[in-house]
T-cell receptor, first 114, second 112 residues
Framework: ETGVTQTPRHLVMGMTNKKSLKCEQHLGHNAMYWYKQSAKKPLELMFVYSLEERVENNSVPSRFSPECPNSSHLFLHLHTLQPEDSALYLC?????????????FGPGTRLTVL | LAKTTQPISMDSYEGQEVNITCSHNNIATNDYITWYQQFPSQGPRFIIQGYKTKVTNEVASLFIPADRKSSTLSLPRVSLSDTAVYYCLVGDSWGSQGNLIFGKGTKLSVKP
């Protein structure tokens, strides 16, 4: 248990569906992240939030829409995805942004787009 | 942008010491060096972090030479459960995540 939970753990969706991934951290951290990990590829940072404000968006397609209503919760809204979006989506949190802060990762959501 | 280079894979046997070296020739003055471990279908887990010289904790040691252009993660007496991918990252402490990038990592296979 890292103190970061993600739901659902597994998700199968069609290309026309709309779904949301949820992340919750119980660590009192101020920064939260979404990563994508495709098969045999390195983790890709998608979004970074600090104190509920987005600070990084690494050119992620608009079919991925993040939401951070408070410092403990992070959502990733999915709309009109493509099969190549199938991947493990990981949420992480840290006390603050910056490379000297340990990131705590959740177990991930395994997404399959049909 | 500090890029890291690690071996793609390494093999070892139970009980051996494993050293994984990471190159980061363009490391900046404010960059820290961090190592994470990842098991299949799980999120990465922090192992150790350092800035210079040597850092040791209950699971590993991190050796950083004076020029900081490389670092070596040392795992003493590995077991089968240490089979995982190990990532080396460099990132600054200024609050920007723009250069905190996970590379391909080193896949360590520990054999009995």
């Amino acid at each position: 248990e890292t103190g970061v939970t993600q739901t659902p753990r597994h998700l199968v969706m069609g290309m026309t569906n709309k779904k949301s991934l949820k992340c919750e951290q119980h660590l009192g951290h101020n920064a939260m992240y979404w990563y994508k990990q495709s098969a045999k590829k390195p983790l890709e940072l998608m979004f970074v939030y600090s104190l509920e404000e987005r600070v990084e968006n690494n050119s992620v397609p608009s079919r991925f829409s993040p939401e951070c209503p408070n410092s403990s919760h992070l959502f990733l809204h999915l709309h009109t995805l493509q099969p190549e979006d199938s991947a493990l989506y990981l949420c992480a949190s840290s006390q603050a942004t910056g490379g000297d802060n340990e990131q705590f990762f959740g177990p991930g959501t395994r997404l399959t787009v049909l | 942008l500090a890029k890291t280079t690690q071996p793609i894979s390494m093999d070892s046997y139970e009980g051996q010491e494993v050293n994984i070296t990471c190159s980061h020739n363009n490391i900046a003055t404010n960059d820290y060096i961090t190592w994470y471990q990842q098991f299949p279908s799980q999120g990465p887990r922090f192992i150790i972090q350092g800035y210079k010289t040597k850092v040791t904790n209950e699971v590993a040691s991190l050796f950083i030479p004076a020029d900081r252009k490389s670092s070596t993660l040392s795992l003493p007496r590995v077991s089968l459960s240490d089979t995982a991918v190990y990532y080396c990252l460099v990132g600054d402490s200024w609050g920007s995540q723009g250069n905190l990038i996970f590379g391909k990592g080193t896949k360590l296979s520990v054999k009995p």
